[in-house]
T-cell receptor, first 111, second 113 residues
Framework: EDQVTQSPEALRLQEGESSSLNCSYT??????LFWYRQDPGKGPEFLFT???AGEEKEKERLKATLTKKESFLHITAPKPEDSATYLC????????????FGSGTQLTVLP | NAGVTQTPKFRILKIGQSMTLQCAQD?????MYWYRQDPGMGLKLIYY???????DKGEVPNGYNVSRSTTEDFPLRLELAAPSQTSVYFC????????????FGPGTRLTVT
């Protein structure tokens, strides 16, 4: 069964304290790895898609990377407005573009 | 573009009642999806559609039905609501091309009592 696991479940950082979120997935023909941001009471907001090992994408203080078994979302010098739940999702071969989501990492950045 | 819109935002149902959650997109996306999100859990796929007139079951389809008569609209029907269907429901859509990230609506919070 294709699975996506995120860690940690929750992370509290001081403003400016860089860290990384992890997303691991079962290896069964990964077609794409997706990162989303979700604010309370809102729908997930698309951040990045990664398609192959070694690929990196950046947006402001966020950088997503991909290996053959996991993806990392690096947050550099975070600000309080980066506080949100970050969701990872994967699409696998034969899944007709369906996404399998992890349960998310709730990030809190303290001023 | 409004993107993906959902109505209503909130709804309370009594056990055994039925309702339809509305979803529309104005991006001309062929693929549309319905998910439910329970507290502390990831999103679970209920149903999806690859185009008008074509739908298929996802991971948790029991108790739900869908139809897709147009490219823009993808309503989700709940028949005989049960407390286990208390959740937040999200609709999403995606392109047909090689980039198939999904774009989500704002969600409908449903409580069944």
């Amino acid at each position: 069964e294709d699975q996506v696991t995120q860690s940690p479940e929750a992370l509290r950082l001081q403003e400016g304290e860089s860290s990384s979120l992890n997303c691991s997935y079962t290896v069964s023909g990964l077609r794409g790895l997706f990162w989303y941001r979700q604010d309370p009471g809102k729908g997930p907001e698309f951040l990045f898609t990664l398609y192959s090992a070694g690929e990196e994408k950046e947006k402001e203080r966020l950088k997503a990377t991909l290996t053959k078994k996991e993806s990392f979302l690096h947050i550099t010098a975070p600000k309080p407005e980066d506080s949100a739940t970050y969701l990872c999702a994967a699409s696998f071969s034969g899944s007709a573009r369906q996404l399998t989501f992890g349960s998310g990492t709730q990030l809190t950045v303290l001023p | 573009n409004a993107g993906v819109t959902q109505t209503p935002k909130f709804r309370i149902l009594k056990i055994g009642q039925s309702m339809t959650l509305q979803c529309a997109q104005d991006m001309n996306h062929n693929y549309m999806y319905w998910y439910r999100q329970d507290p502390g859990m990831g999103l679970k796929l209920i149903y999806y559609s690859v185009g008008a007139g074509i739908t298929d079951k996802g991971e948790v389809p029991n108790g739900y039905n869908v139809s897709r008569s147009t490219t823009e609209d993808f309503p989700l029907r709940l028949e005989l609501a049960a407390p286990s269907q208390t959740s937040v429901y999200f609709c999403a859509s995606s392109y047909t091309g090689t980039s198939y990230e999904q774009y989500f609506g704002p969600g409908t919070r449903l409580t069944v009592t």
